[in-house]
């Protein structure tokens, strides 16, 4: 199973990215997939996740109401779609996706890093003041 992220890049504060992740080996509609992100000498945090059916998304208290998670199971792809943006939002951004068909957990486990068992290389967002 590979993730690859890309979309990242260098932005103003206020403007807008959108990150994709490609999957293979794994189907999106099989997978509660999610967005962790990064920053030097600090733990990798929680950003948002989707069920497998796409219909429960979850959001950290920081981008609430600014980054939107989705996904495309026919292209296999999941997106995030980050407007607003703000220089503490800079960061390396992974996609990662759990092993498990189609489970469905309770809440706390979507911001679970060890929930998720595949890993994307990561891609750098970089926010500008």
């Known amino acids: 199973v590979q993730l690859q992220a890309s979309g990242g890049g260098l932005v103003q504060e206020g403007g807008s990215l959108r990150l994709s992740c490609t999957a293979s080996?794994?189907?999106?509609?099989?997978?509660?997939m999610g967005w962790f992100r990064q920053c030097p000498g600090k733990e990798r945090e929680f950003v948002a996740a989707?069920?497998?059916?796409?219909?429960?998304?979850y959001y950290a208290d920081s981008v609430k109401g600014r980054f939107t998670i989705s996904k495309d199971d026919a292209k296999n792809m999941l997106y995030l779609q980050m407007n607003t943006l703000k220089p503490e939002d800079t960061a390396v951004y992974f996609c990662?996706?759990?092993?498990?068909?189609?489970?469905?957990?309770?809440?706390?486990?979507?911001?679970?890093?060890?929930?998720?068992?595949?890993w994307g290389q990561g891609t750098q967002v970089t926010v500008s003041s």
């Open positions: 990662a996706a759990d092993r498990a068909y189609r489970r469905t957990y309770t809440e706390f486990y979507y911001y679970t890093r060890a929930m998720y068992d595949y």
């Open positions: 080996g794994r189907t999106v509609s099989q997978s509660v």
């Open positions: 989707i069920s497998w059916g796409g219909g429960i998304t």
